[in-house]
């Protein structure tokens, strides 16, 4: 098998529907002779030396004791450093839980600003999370009643050491170098590299699934990503040359080849995508047409199961130019397009609307069809028909693709889910 044949082995393997559900290890997962695995929202990593433990993440508050649990029988320290790849509440969560007297933890310098975004839209944050992460209520139910007594709530944790571009630690014989990573999913990502034996943890500096196009702007509400720096961290990585590369979900990826191929295929894929979108914003192109022909070529081929092209297009084109398209004197005035829809779908009668829209649906556009059920929704919120409609489209489009990305299946998930409610009266 070549090495390409390989990357593209390893983007079938990871399916962006897997992070729908969060698997907990029952026993620590042995990487090599010092490097252990408790997976969760984002894996907890310890690192083992002759002085101790290195704590690297530590996932959701609600379940570092049972990351804790499994490390214990282990090593269970001392642990000098307790370190995040970012300030993310699935690593920082449960800091509190690991630090004991003489722990120091260590987070880049942009930390502290990465936890205040986050605390900014915290009662936002959880509402919409809910929408593909409703399992939550019960598996921290269920993680309480395994760990009595150790139930800890979410830490903002303050690091101790804070580093700008690099920082070198050591650990009995264990050597660490820390790299600064801004423009992954947040402003503080960084690189954990172990250099006597490259290997390089990364977390979810990519994204959670690897090597899938990175996901420049989340569903569930997040700032902006850009392109640029994220190009930059990739080739900051296959500098490194990494022979094991340890990501947040799925095991550890090894072999220096494969490593590097599958980091050139998606830094590449990147660029293309970027350099294509800036000269058609360049050209005068309209922002749904470039969404739509803005496509990978095969030999470009990456995993779209977490973030898609065309979501990045439309990123890009608004990072660059603003919310502000210059279709319609609307956009300017604090109007919401869907009042005059549900004009219209007034005007012309629900009833034909709905039989319109099951014509676009039945002739394979399921697209003309979700704008024609929403302007009827918009008309008739609580119409049986309209919500039989909506299931449909939303089951059309799921069965059209939707169902390859995570973000883009659970929303049509929970849109299905609602409709069918208001459908059944």
Known sequence: MSIQEQVDRLIDTR????????????????????????????????????????????????????????????????????????????????????????????????????????????????????????????????????????????????????????????????????????????????????????????????GPLFPHFPNFNTLRGDKYRLAEPYLANVRRVRELSPRLLITGRHLPIEGAELIDASLARLHDAVEYVHGETVARIN??????????????????RVGQGYGKVSWAVRTIFEAYTGWFQRRATSELYAAAPEAALADLAGLAGVKAVIDHARGRLAAGDPLRALGLAEAAAAAEPTDRDVAQLLVDVHEALLAAGGEVNFWESGWLHHQIARWRAVARG
């Open 283 to 300: 050209a005068g192109q309209d922002i749904h047409a470039i969404m739509r022909e803005v496509q990978l070529p095969a030999h470009l």
């Open 15 to 206: 399916p962006g529907k897997e992070l729908l559900s969060f698997s907990h290890d029952e026993r620590a997962y042995r990487v090599n002779d010092f490097i252990y695995r408790s997976a969760g929202t984002s894996a907890s990593y310890m690192l083992v030396s002759n002085s101790g433990r290195v704590i690297v993440n530590t996932g959701m508050g609600w379940e570092a004791p049972h990351h804790k649990h499994l490390f214990e029988p282990i090593c269970p320290g001392p642990t000098p450093y307790i370190i995040t790849t970012q300030g993310h509440v699935d690593h920082v969560g449960g800091v509190s839980l690991f630090r004991e007297p003489g722990t120091r933890y260590v987070a880049q310098a942009m930390n502290p600003a990465c936890q205040a975004d986050d605390a900014r839209i915290a009662r936002f944050r959880t509402g919409t999370a809910m929408l593909w992460f409703g399992q939550l209520a019960g598996m921290i139910g269920e993680f309480a009643r395994r760990h009595p007594g150790q139930a800890v709530g979410q830490d903002r944790p303050v690091p101790d050491l804070t580093f700008e571009s690099r920082l070198a630690l050591r650990v009995g014989e264990l050597e660490l170098e820390l790299y600064a990573a801004p423009g992954g999913e947040t402003v503080d990502s960084c690189v954990v590299w172990l250099p006597q034996h490259r290997i390089a943890l990364l977390s979810n500096l990519f």
